[in-house]
């Protein structure tokens, strides 16, 4: 029995029962990490602190201190957030060409022993 | 097992978060409710702000819906016309003058027209001043017209369609600052209608007796904080035909800014000017007064019900209150109480005590229309009201505060100052009001509040009287505190004082003194550098009732050159009780009224002289 359990936040609908799909353990806590890095400071309500507020680097020059930057701040955000996970390693470099960053998150569950990586990339949409 | 219901018992943010938790702490379904980057955590900080954001507008506006808890002008507004009750305009300031015309620019019987301008200039700003009737010149010798009303304020006009394809036909003042009482209608049929045109229509107050052919206009304030007018139904009242043009015209008002324009007049420097050509002079008679604000929403929360309960009659005391404070709006509070609490009674009287926005007392002109409308068609037959003018008892606070000056952080200087101006601000907000009485415990704590470093005040009151002497003549005087007067037991020191004054004593010489009280209810006349009796007995105190009679005496002048007597006395009482007519106040112009003393504590010579107001 999977020991975590969320939901779908892409609430697409099961084929089978037609309802909210649910996501366990690994994929649950992947799509945590990945909502704390991707919420800015005072999206969620009464909470102004929460998420790793990176996207305003966004507008800053692609260059190394800005990935630093960037990289300090998701440590932050998922060693305060993110109980569940412990942080092995986070790479953030900038791809000049496609004017994004490419951000690598690798971290270890602490109840399912299991060392997991995810990829993001941060782009502007307009 | 999950529960099947949730806690309802906060609309907090957080509260109503728990509350979800709790109940997803049952099932076995979702399980990442306490992760905060997860999904389901993120659903529910949506259901939990939606949740007290319902909650939030809920309560808004229910409170909006009564007219105890609403805040917005607009929701005040809406209540009280369900009441019948309209929220009193802000009013022009009324001065009276008597005018001196031009030489043969007049015949002796014809009028000086409604709308005569007048113009005066007071502090740096120019108040324009209207006559609203026409006012018949009765002396061929100046002046030639004598006690003419004129109100301060701007003419205003505006005139409408009357379409009876419309529904409602409401017609809005587009103004704040009208002053109703100067609304006038005219509706005309059309360009030959002489008799609309001449017509001015009346303002309804009452459906009592309103028949189909009134020409009547009911005048209402809109959610916006305008007055509106509209017609009646042919029903009640007379219903304007279809195409008839509706004509308004109103003064607008600089309402309280104007009243105490013509104060300066005299020869050579008058204030007021008339129509060049036509008025040669004028002279004030009586300064401009009644400007008043208009209604507030603190005011009309409490009028409108008291209004709604009088039922346009007089019978209960507050039935006078909410009916003199609808009709006459520039009178800042009312009290009212029966004859048979009067000292001595008088039976079959309703006495109302008034205090304006402006001065302290009202005109004589004003009274007597106070008590004809409340005689005409309000009060009870048999009852007679009486209005009076509000007795001043004023104030004078001495308070020891004792203090740390280790934890101050401030010097004693400044703490005193803070402390002085706190309780200034504290008399300013809740003295001058009739059934206002003076709390000690109210102005300790204040003071104990003030700073941390403060341990404890011992603060005292002293009542004043103020007597108006007749200077010319042998006069009694009578003044009542209203309150008992300290007096444990015979042979107590004196508790009663006056300002040092001048008088005729019994030989004709002029003498030096001060009034005082044996503490066996005689007043005695003192020589205020010597101490020695120079009258045994000048009159009489009543320490239970707080009665003070001074027996005739001829009084020749006050020190300072003060044009009244002030005799103070001790309250028996901690507090100080505003009865009847009685206005508890204080000397603004007058720095000794608040009176601090700080006594340092870390100081131990300043313990040890420190003393309170203790009596032997």
């Known amino acids: 029995m999977a020991r975590y359990t969320d939901f779908d936040l892409n ?10 799909p649910l996501v366990e353990d690994v994929v649950a806590i992947k799509r945590s990490v990945k909502n704390i890095v991707l919420t800015n400071y005072r999206e969620r309500p009464f909470n102004i602190p929460f998420g790793a507020n990176i996207r305003n680097q966004l507008f800053e020059p692609a260059e190394p201190f800005t990935a630093m930057t960037i990289r300090k701040a998701i440590i932050f955000a998922i060693e305060k957030f993110e109980p569940r996970v412990r942080i092995l390693e986070v790479t953030v470099s900038d791809d000049v060409d496609r004017n994004e960053f490419k951000i690598s998150i690798y971290f270890s569950i602490r109840h399912l022993n299991k060392d997991v990586g995810m990829d993001i990339q941060l782009s502007r949409v307009r | 097992m999950a529960k099947d219901y949730f806690t309802v018992n906060s609309i907090d943010f957080n509260s109503i978060k728990d509350s979800l938790k709790d109940h997803l702490r049952q099932t076995d379904t979702f399980k990442d409710y306490n992760f905060e980057g997860s999904a389901l955590s993120l659903i529910i900080d949506i259901l939990a702000y939606n949740t007290q954001y319902q909650a939030f507008y809920n309560n808004m506006s229910i409170n909006e819906m009564y007219l105890d808890t609403a805040v917005a002008e607009e929701s005040i507004t809406s209540i009280s016309k369900m009441l019948g009750y309209t929220p009193s305009s802000i009013t022009s300031a009324m001065a009276e003058i008597d005018i001196e015309l031009e030489d043969n620019t007049f015949v002796v019987g014809s009028y000086l027209p409604t709308y005569t301008e007048f113009v005066a200039a ?31 304020g701007t003419r205003k006009f505006s005139q409408f369609l009357f379409d009876n394809l419309k529904e409602g036909n409401k017609f809005v003042i587009p103004e704040k600052n009208v002053d109703i009482s100067t609304i006038k209608i005219r509706v005309q049929k059309g360009p030959t209608d002489d008799e609309g045109y001449s017509d001015s229509w009346k303002k309804s107050t009452t459906l009592m007796s309103i028949g189909p052919s009134d020409k009547i206009y009911f005048l209402q304030k809109n959610r916006k904080g305008n007055y509106e007018i509209y017609f009646g139904d042919n029903v009640l009242g007379v219903k304007p035909e279809h195409g008839s043009v509706v004509y308004i015209s109103y003064m607008i008002t600089k309402g309280v800014l104007a009243n105490g324009v013509g104060s300066g007049d005299k020869i050579g420097n008058r204030v007021f000017s008339g129509p060049a050509g036509t008025v040669a002079d004028v002279t004030v008679t009586s300064i401009a007064q009644g400007g008043s604000p208009s209604e507030t929403m603190h005011s009309v929360r409490m009028n409108a019900p008291l209004t709604y309960q009088a039922q346009n009659r007089a019978v209960t005391t507050t039935d006078y209150k909410s009916l003199v404070m609808q009709e006459f709006t520039s009178l800042e509070s009312v009290s009212v109480y029966g004859g048979e609490d009067e000292d001595p009674p008088q039976y079959g009287r309703v006495m109302i005590a008034i205090k304006p926005f402006s001065g302290t007392i009202i005109t004589d002109a004003t009274k007597k229309s106070i008590e004809k409308m409340l005689k005409k068609s309000k009060g009870v037959v048999g009852v007679i009201p009486v209005v009076v003018d509000p007795d001043y008892t004023y104030v004078r606070i001495n308070s020891a505060v004792r203090y740390s000056s280790l934890n101050a952080g401030v010097s004693s200087e400044a703490l005193r100052i803070l402390i002085t101006s706190l309780i200034t601000e504290f008399l300013n907000n809740n003295l001058e009001k009739f059934d206002v009485d003076l709390f000690r415990s109210k102005l300790q704590s204040l003071i104990d509040d003030t700073s941390d470093s403060i341990l404890g005040n011992d603060t005292k009151f002293i009542m004043e009287k103020r007597i108006r002497p007749n200077f010319a003549a042998a006069t009694g005087y009578s003044t009542n505190f209203s309150n008992q007067i300290y007096n444990p037991h015979a042979g107590h020191v004196s508790v009663i004082e006056s300002d040092p004054f001048t008088f005729f004593d019994s030989t004709g010489s002029v003498k030096r003194g001060k009034l005082t009280d044996d503490s066996r209810g005689v ?11 120079l009258v045994e007995n000048a009159g009489t105190v009543d320490y239970e009732t707080g009665v003070l009679t001074i027996s005739r005496i ?26 009847r007519n009685t206005i508890i106040t204080y000397d603004v112009l007058d720095p000794s009224s608040v009176s601090v003393n700080m006594v340092d504590t870390d100081n131990v010579g300043n313990i040890l002289s420190s003393t309170g107001n203790d009596y032997t």
């Open chain 1, 11 to 20: 609430m697409t609908r099961h084929p089978l029962t037609g309802d909210v």
């Open chain 2, 554 to 579: 001829i009084l020749s002048s006050i020190d300072g050159n003060k044009s009244y007597l002030a005799v103070r006395a001790t309250p028996r009482n901690a507090d100080i009780f505003a009865p």
């Open chain 2, 122 to 152: 007071q502090g740096g700003l120019r108040h324009t001043f209207f006559t609203t009737t026409p006012n018949k010149i009765t002396s061929s010798t100046a002046p030639h017209l004598t006690g003419i009303k004129i109100y301060e």
């Open chain 2, 523 to 533: 007043l005695q006349i003192l020589d205020p550098e010597k101490g020695s009796i």
